[in-house]
């Protein structure tokens, strides 16, 4: 069954270094997400993007953020310049299309800031 | 309070018995999924019922949805110990909207 892999699992880095998460999202998907989850607290939405464009994106997602898809597989979130604060469990997912679909969640990279 | 709040927060039953998780949520929605997370690891999703739809089933999962009280269930029949994990709901309103996610319930199932 296909499925949502993300890159690296773990990441490690120190504060105001810039990190990027890799996402491959399911092939015949058209809508791509970043979420993330802070330790023991519910996972927030960060951004969507459709067309190669971004369709959304919370209140969290400043200016530190970014997202690219590079090329037919790949997308990426970046941070330019971690914070503390950004240590958390980051999750990609994917849907065929918007509004009724189910997103599918990759396993997650676990980001820390130190 | 927020959109899609689970109850209860913890839930530690004994193998072979029922497992109920509620969520109740504030806004309009489109769908309603349930999702799994095992402990530090990813979501899976188990269950996705439409504002159009009152109940779902799905192996040994039990979906309900009421839009009037604004709130679903997520039963789980004849539990393992392999279904101790976090059960998530997650709201989506119409059109192209993220999912919104609530705290989780923590179900212990207990050999």
């Known amino acids: 069954e296909p499925e949502v892999t993300q890159t690296p699992s773990h990441q490690v880095t120190q504060m105001g270094q810039e990190v990027i998460l890799r996402c491959v999202p399911i092939?015949?998907?058209?809508?791509f997400y970043w979420y993330r989850q802070i330790l023991g607290q519910k996972v927030e939405f960060l951004v969507s993007?459709?067309?190669?464009?971004?369709?959304?994106k919370s209140e969290i997602f400043d200016d530190q953020f970014s997202v690219e898809r590079p090329d037919g597989s790949n997308f990426t979130l970046k941070i330019r310049s971690t914070k503390l604060e950004d240590s958390a469990m980051y999750f990609c997912?994917?849907?065929?299309?918007?509004?009724?679909?189910?997103?599918?969640f990759g396993p997650g990279t676990r980001l820390l800031v130190l | 309070s927020q959109q899609g709040e689970e109850d209860p927060q913890a839930l530690s039953i004994q193998e072979g018995e029922n497992a109920t998780m509620n969520c109740s949520y504030k806004?309009?929605?489109?769908?309603l999924q349930w999702y799994r997370q095992n402990s530090g690891r990813g979501l899976v999703h188990l269950i996705l019922?439409?504002?159009?739809?009152r109940e779902k089933h799905s192996g040994r999962l039990r979906v309900t949805l009421d839009t009037s009280k604004k709130s679903s269930s997520l039963l789980i029949t004849a539990s393992r110990a392999a279904d101790t994990a976090s059960y998530f709901c997650?709201?989506?309103?119409?059109?192209?909207?993220?999912?919104?996610f609530g705290k989780g319930t923590r179900l212990s199932v207990i050999a």
């Open positions: 997650a709201t989506r309103r119409p059109g192209n909207t993220p999912l919104v």
């Open positions: 993007f459709y067309n190669n464009e971004i369709s959304e």
């Open positions: 997912a994917s849907s065929e299309a918007s509004g009724q679909e189910t997103q599918y």
């Open positions: 092939s015949n998907h058209l809508y």
């Open positions: 806004t309009s929605i489109n769908n």
């Open positions: 019922i439409r504002s159009n739809e």
